[in-house]
């Protein structure tokens, strides 16, 4: 894609793909990458990043469709700000996932895949997230926190409300880290 | 930053730079990181070869796969290039491991690759996280960019007239993309569906080229290897075992976490010294020893068991991923199997019939059954359907699900009969509605 084409994606996001799709032995290595930073910036995987991300590529968009319900990360639908992702698989689950998980759903009155009224926060049960021995452990969009229960769910919510006030960035990607009362907090 | 454990039982090889600010590249080399790298760049793919088939170092992975040999299968002369690919898409329930490998060591992984690319005459090697590890990935980038910096990744690596380039990618959520083949086929840009083997990666792999395909742990481990010499690498070990291995211990445990020890270490002893015993005075029900797809061992059967990859074989289970997943008295059996039953069939790819199918069918039964609508044929009927799982698939996911459902229903019999004709759970907080 030409400097000079109108692209949706910022710039600095259309210049990294820019170089992503020139970085492989072939084109197309880039195109989950694309897919989930494109979500990170956009929100979801909307009717125009697909059209532009097969352009890009150079493959059909319902290729791209095809790559893209593969992978449970990417979705075509927005999210909350904050995605709050519980893991409840075994190893989190024999720690209290599902009491945490059920906290979230109270808290936030939304279940899974669900998204609040004010569009703040999206709430899912995910699957193994990696964390096992500091179970049980979420991600809110790409931050972990480990070693949770229900008493810490409050807080976090609160302190990603002020997050959402102070005008911190969404994607969780610019997160340096802090810390709920009691809990272990690393992004 | 996710906690680190230490025990005096540990023998830090893999771990060793954990907590010791190895990410960043100059303190790698002061606490001696590149010299193995060096070194394989003076004495050539062969010397390299030997010393890791001496090591008998195994693939981390979960197969276990003896990686000297792996490497040595790969031709010397191609037509295509040839290409080094890391598996760091760590999925598997229980294990958490390449978490703080990457995030403590990012070095070793690369310069671990750095030595795979020249054993098997690789100018690419590509280094593949899974898409939740964003902050992993940037640590990698940021590590990767560095070594590129001090002229150790490049067209002239340690200025010798080797090149060698690295290229980070991340998935997007998906554990069958941890599946080697599946793994190349979400490196290319496609579904993770898995390939139907032979021809093996090392013959026609990434892009139809040669490829070696290491998970992240093996990787790391390299760089000691060399370091170290592999004779003395394997004697830390059991027999044909090398080393040490990274244990990922959750559940129900004292003190959970990723303990480093030799192979072949009792199981036993691991539970209750290294991870403290069982939490809250209760008692050792169960342990499934090497990440969710390893069949359950009971606590009889662990009483003398060393944690290598035949032992645990010869006791009916797997080493696999090295996740120990401790389960205590007060845990339904069922309910677990359910949980587990989920997860692969929300993973399965759904390309091989039989896995689709049959971790559908598995996890409606268990559902419907944990809900206290099962009946009796019930039980047979969902040991059939993992049966008839067992090797019909293109990749091991198949068997991954089918193989600890059949543990948890041949050793726990009598707890799933207790949920018979309308019983409650006599554990159960979590009951799900029968969805059928």
Same mark, same amino acid.
């Given at each position: 894609?030409?400097?000079?084409?109108?692209?949706?994606?910022?710039?600095?996001?259309?210049?990294?793909?820019?170089?992503?799709?020139?970085?492989?032995?072939?084109?197309?290595?880039?195109?989950?990458?694309?897919?989930?930073?494109?979500?990170?910036?956009?929100?979801?995987?909307?009717?125009?990043?697909?059209?532009?991300?097969?352009?890009?590529?150079?493959?059909?968009?319902? %290729?791209?469709?095809?790559?893209?319900?593969?992978?449970?990360?990417?979705?075509?639908?927005?999210?909350?700000?904050?995605?709050?992702?519980?893991?409840?698989?075994?190893?989190?689950?024999?720690?209290?996932?599902?009491?945490?998980?059920?906290?979230?759903?109270?808290?936030?009155?939304?279940?899974?895949?669900?998204?609040?009224?004010?569009?703040?926060?999206?709430?899912?049960?995910?699957?193994?997230?990696?964390?096992?021995?500091?179970?049980?452990?979420?991600?809110?969009?790409?931050?972990?926190?480990?070693?949770?229960?229900? %008493?810490?769910?409050?807080?976090?919510?609160?302190?990603?409300?002020?997050?959402?006030?102070?005008?911190?960035?969404?994607?969780?990607?610019? +997160?340096?880290?802090?810390?709920?009362?009691?809990?272990?907090?690393?992004? | 930053?996710?906690?680190?454990?230490?025990?005096?039982?540990?023998?830090?090889?893999?771990?060793?730079?954990?907590?010791?600010?190895?990410?960043?590249? %100059?303190?790698?080399?002061?606490?001696?990181?590149?010299?193995?790298?060096?070194?394989?760049?003076?004495?050539?793919?062969?010397?390299?070869?030997?010393?890791?088939?001496?090591?008998?170092?195994?693939?981390?992975?979960?197969?276990?796969?003896?990686?000297?040999?792996?490497?040595?299968?790969?031709?010397?002369?191609?037509?295509?290039?040839?290409?080094?690919?890391?598996?760091?898409?760590?999925?598997?329930?229980?294990?958490?491991?390449?978490?703080?490998?990457?995030?403590?060591?990012?070095?070793?992984?690369?310069?671990?690759?750095?030595?795979?690319?020249?054993?098997?005459?690789?100018?690419?090697?590509?280094?593949?996280?899974?898409?939740?590890?964003?902050?992993?990935?940037?640590?990698?980038?940021?590590?990767?960019?560095?070594?590129?910096?001090?002229?150790?990744?490049?067209?002239?690596?340690?200025?010798?007239?080797?090149?060698?380039?690295?290229?980070?990618?991340?998935?997007?959520?998906?554990?069958?993309?941890?599946?080697?083949?599946?793994?190349?086929? +979400?490196?290319?840009?496609?579904?993770?569906?898995?390939?139907?083997?032979?021809?093996?990666?090392?013959?026609?792999?990434?892009?139809?080229?040669?490829?070696?395909?290491?998970?992240?742990?093996?990787?790391?481990?390299?760089?000691?290897?060399?370091?170290?010499?592999?004779?003395?690498?394997?004697?830390?070990?059991?027999?044909?075992?090398?080393?040490?291995?990274?244990?990922?211990?959750?559940?129900?445990?004292?003190?959970?976490?990723?303990?480093?020890?030799?192979?072949?270490?009792?199981?036993?002893?691991?539970?209750?010294?290294?991870?403290?015993?069982?939490?809250?005075?209760?008692?050792?029900?169960?342990?499934?020893?090497?990440? +969710?797809?390893?069949?359950?061992?009971?606590?009889?059967?662990?009483?003398?068991?060393?944690? %290598?990859?035949?032992?645990?074989?010869?006791?009916?289970?797997?080493?696999?991923?090295?996740?120990?997943?401790?389960?205590?008295?007060?845990?339904?059996?069922?309910?677990?199997?359910?949980?587990?039953?989920?997860?692969?069939?929300?993973?399965?790819?759904?390309?091989?019939?039989?896995?689709?199918?049959?971790?559908?069918?598995?996890?409606?039964?268990?559902?419907?059954?944990?809900?206290?609508?099962?009946?009796?044929?019930?039980?047979?009927?969902?040991?059939?359907?993992?049966?008839?799982?067992?090797?019909?698939?293109?990749?091991?996911?198949?068997?991954?699900?089918?193989?600890?459902?059949?543990?948890?229903?041949?050793?726990?019999?009598?707890?799933?009969?207790?949920?018979?004709?309308?019983?409650?759970?006599?554990?159960?907080?979590?009951?799900?509605?029968?969805?059928?």
């Amino acid at each position: 894609m030409s400097p000079e084409t109108m692209s949706i994606f910022s710039p600095q996001l259309a210049a990294r793909f820019d170089a992503l799709v020139e970085k492989y032995p072939v084109r197309r290595s880039a195109l989950v990458p694309m897919l989930l930073y494109a979500q990170d910036e956009i929100g979801y995987l909307s009717e125009a990043v697909i059209a532009e991300v097969a352009q890009r590529i150079g493959i059909t968009e319902l %290729d791209v469709r095809n790559v893209a319900s593969y992978y449970s990360m990417l979705r075509f639908k927005p999210a909350g700000k904050y995605n709050v992702q519980v893991c409840t698989n075994i190893s989190c689950m024999l720690r209290g996932a599902y009491d945490l998980y059920e906290r979230f759903q109270e808290e936030l009155g939304i279940g899974h895949k669900g998204v609040t009224a004010d569009g703040l926060f999206s709430l899912e049960e995910v699957e193994c997230i990696g964390a096992c021995c500091w179970a049980p452990a979420i991600q809110v969009n790409y931050d972990f926190h480990d070693e949770l229960t229900a %008493d810490h769910v409050s807080g976090l919510l609160d302190g990603y409300r002020g997050r959402a006030r102070a005008g911190v960035p969404g994607d969780g990607s610019s +997160s340096q880290g802090w810390r709920v009362e009691g809990s272990a907090t690393h992004a | 930053m996710p906690r680190l454990v230490s025990h005096p039982e540990e023998v830090k090889v893999v771990s060793k730079r954990f907590g010791q600010g190895a990410a960043n590249i %100059d303190r790698y080399i002061e606490l001696g990181g590149y010299v193995s790298a060096r070194k394989c760049l003076e004495q050539g793919p062969d010397w390299i070869i030997d010393e890791m088939k001496a090591s008998n170092l195994r693939g981390r992975g979960g197969a276990g796969f003896p990686a000297g040999l792996k490497w040595s299968f790969v031709p010397k002369q191609s037509p295509k290039p040839k290409y080094v690919l890391i598996n760091g898409d760590e999925s598997e329930p229980g294990t958490c491991k390449d978490h703080l490998i990457f995030l403590h060591d990012p070095h070793a992984v690369i310069e671990g690759t750095i030595i795979a690319g020249l054993a098997i005459g690789a100018k690419l090697g590509f280094i593949y996280l899974r898409g939740e590890y964003r902050y992993l990935l940037k640590i990698m980038e940021k590590a990767v960019a560095d070594a590129y910096a001090k002229g150790f990744l490049g067209k002239k690596i340690f200025g010798s007239d080797t090149e060698f380039r690295i290229i980070t990618q991340t998935g997007a959520g998906a554990y069958e993309v941890g599946e080697e083949s599946a793994l190349m086929e +979400s490196m290319e840009g496609k579904r993770g569906v898995p390939r139907i083997k032979p021809p093996f990666p090392a013959v026609v792999g990434l892009y139809g080229g040669p490829t070696v395909i290491n998970n992240a742990e093996t990787i790391a481990t390299v760089p000691h290897v060399i370091e170290m010499g592999g004779a003395a690498f394997a004697a830390i070990g059991s027999p044909r075992n090398g080393g040490t291995r990274l244990f990922s211990v959750s559940g129900h445990v004292q003190r959970p976490g990723v303990y480093e020890l030799p192979m072949g270490y009792n199981l036993k002893k691991m539970i209750y010294e290294v991870a403290g015993g069982i939490r809250g005075g209760r008692k050792l029900k169960a342990v499934v020893p090497g990440g +969710s797809s390893t069949p359950v061992l009971l606590p009889e059967e662990i009483e003398n068991l060393g944690m %290598d990859f035949d032992q645990v074989g010869k006791a009916g289970s797997m080493l696999g991923s090295a996740g120990v997943v401790v389960i205590d008295d007060q845990t339904c059996i069922v309910e677990f199997a359910l949980r587990t039953i989920s997860f692969y069939q929300h993973e399965s790819c759904g390309w091989c019939i039989p896995c689709r199918e049959g971790t559908d069918w598995i996890k409606k039964s268990l559902t419907r059954f944990h809900a206290g609508y099962g009946v009796a044929k019930d039980i047979d009927n969902i040991q059939y359907l993992a049966e008839n799982m067992l090797g019909r698939t293109f990749c091991p996911l198949g068997d991954a699900a089918a193989m600890p459902t059949l543990g948890f229903v041949k050793k726990f019999r009598k707890e799933f009969e207790d949920h018979l004709n309308g019983k409650p759970c006599p554990f159960a907080k979590h009951v799900e509605m029968a969805v059928i």
